[in-house]
T-cell receptor, first 113, second 110 residues
Framework: SQQGEEDPQALSIQEGENATMNCSYK?????LQWYRQNSGRGLVHLIL?????REKHSGRLRVTLDTSKKSSSLLITASRAADTASYFC?????????????FGTGTLLAVQP | NAGVTQTPKFQVLKTGQSMTLQCAQD?????MSWYRQDPGMGLRLIHY???????DQGEVPNGYNVSRSTTEDFPLRLLSAAPSQTSVYFC?????????FGPGTRLTVL
């Protein structure tokens, strides 16, 4: 399978705590993206980081990318109950079509109020 | 803008039946894709298109056909449904960076 892997598979934290999710992938990439999926809904794009970038911020989200280790992490700071969802990383292969995404298996985040 | 729309929301088929899942977007995106989502597997790419008249296979294309006659529409056809095609199907379009997903079609094949 081409799929990447995410770790942990499930994470439960208290409101106000930080949540960190990790993603590993297999090939050289053009960019890596993170998506959120609420139960029973479609995916929503959170943030994109290009292969020549090492860190990116968007609001309470911080993404890092280590291309030498083929890994990325997503940090959600000061979590809220509304952050409860599944989080997926997805990569665009270097030289590949821009819409040919390879998704990881996801991390299920539960934020307890 | 409605974004990406998918119909139907739910469908039950018998083995061997055929059907078409509809997908439309009103954002004038050139790129569109179909994914399936199975428990514990994340999303897997079925077929994708980089413009009207151009389609290509993704990771799991067997048993599915697509066409792209217009920029707006990207239907997915199941030729002869099998229980292994029971899944949730998502259509997406992209502006070249982030993807916009439809709400999904939950398909059960008996």
């Amino acid at each position: 399978s081409q799929q990447g892997e995410e770790d942990p598979q499930a994470l439960s934290i208290q409101e106000g705590e930080n949540a960190t999710m990790n993603c590993s992938y297999k090939t050289s990439i053009n960019n890596l993206q993170w998506y959120r999926q609420n139960s029973g809904r479609g995916l929503v794009h959170l943030i994109l980081i290009r292969s020549n970038e090492r860190e990116k911020h968007s609001g309470r989200l911080r993404v890092t990318l280590d291309t030498s280790k083929k890994s990325s992490s997503l940090l959600i700071t000061a979590s809220r109950a509304a952050d409860t969802a599944s989080y997926f990383c997805a990569t665009v292969r270097a030289g590949g079509a821009t819409n040919k995404l390879i998704f990881g298996t996801g991390t299920l985040l539960a934020v307890q109020p | 803008n409605a974004g990406v729309t998918q119909t139907p929301k739910f469908q039950v088929l018998k083995t061997g039946q055929s059907m078409t899942l509809q997908c439309a977007q009103d954002m004038n995106h050139e790129y569109m894709s179909w994914y399936r989502q199975d428990p514990g597997m994340g999303l897997r790419l079925i077929h994708y298109s980089v413009g009207a008249g151009i389609t290509d296979q993704g990771e799991v294309p067997n048993g599915y056909n697509v066409s792209r006659s217009t920029t707006e529409d990207f239907p997915l056809r199941l030729l002869s449904a099998a229980p292994s095609q029971t899944s949730v199907y998502f259509c997406a379009s992209t502006d070249g960076a982030k993807q916009f997903f439809g709400p999904g079609t939950r398909l059960t094949v008996l």
